[in-house]
């Protein structure tokens, strides 16, 4: 446990030195801090959950039985038009005790201070972005598993999804052009879109890491005196 908990502790450090300036004066790309958390082309098929740091993003994804990153529906190489999900979380569950039914989650990663976005380009769109990829997940039915199996859609009942990017002027625009609110915290926009019926989190790196940091914080304080 102890081994563990320092393995968090130095996870959270490698986060916070990615999304800063390096020698070069530039960040390192989102592929850096999306393969700290779960490494990109590959699915849970082949990672256990000691391979990954999902936790950084929610303690509950890390326990979801099928995770696919940075890979396309078809679970073969990127074809041209294919928008690839970061990360994409299936939660086969029951619903009122006797409906079958699929839970997805998405997350979608940014560059660390990129202020480039527009409000309803694809490219520059994250909000766009995720519900793209939703559509997809939702006509494919399901998503090739890299053991050669399928992970089937029985009927997708709730949707979730994460954007982790720096809140720039850029991005506060084209979030609050899709609606969204951070009434109730102003570190995290949430939208509930009707039509696609999917709750969507934007939150910063900045946020990201002090949530992470406060979920573990009992166990560095005990390890660690912090």
């Known amino acids: 446990m102890a081994e563990y908990v320092v393995h968090r502790k130095k996870v959270i450090e490698l986060i916070e030195a990615a999304r800063k300036y390096g020698t070069s004066g530039t960040h390192a790309p989102e592929d850096t801090i999306h393969d700290l958390v779960f490494k990109r082309f590959s699915d849970s098929a082949d990672k256990d959950y000691f391979e990954h740091n999902l936790w950084l993003i929610d303690d509950a994804l890390a326990f ?30 029951l619903v009122l005790g006797d409906n079958d039914g699929t839970t997805i989650n998405i997350v979608e990663f940014k560059r660390p201070s990129r202020d480039d976005y527009v409000f309803g380009d694809i490219k520059h769109d994250p909000v766009m972005q995720v ?65 696609e019926q999917i709750f969507i989190q934007a939150m ?16 560095f304080s005990v390890l660690f005196g912090e």
């Open 131 to 195: 519900i793209k990829t939703l559509e997809d997940a939702t006509v494919a039915g399901g998503i090739a598993k890299t053991d050669g199996s399928h992970f089937a859609f029985r009927g997708v009942v709730r949707r979730f999804a994460y954007i982790v990017a720096d809140i720039k002027p850029s991005l506060i625009k084209v979030l609050k052009g899709h609606d969204f609110k951070n009434d109730w915290n102003p570190d995290i926009y949430v939208r509930f879109r009707d039509n």
């Open 204 to 219: 910063g790196y900045d946020t990201l890491i002090a949530n992470a940091k406060k979920r573990n914080q009992a166990f």
């Open 64 to 93: 979801l039985p099928y995770i696919s990153s940075d890979r396309a529906m078809h679970g073969k190489g990127r074809k041209k038009g294919d928008k690839i999900p970061d990360l994409a979380f299936f939660d086969d569950s």
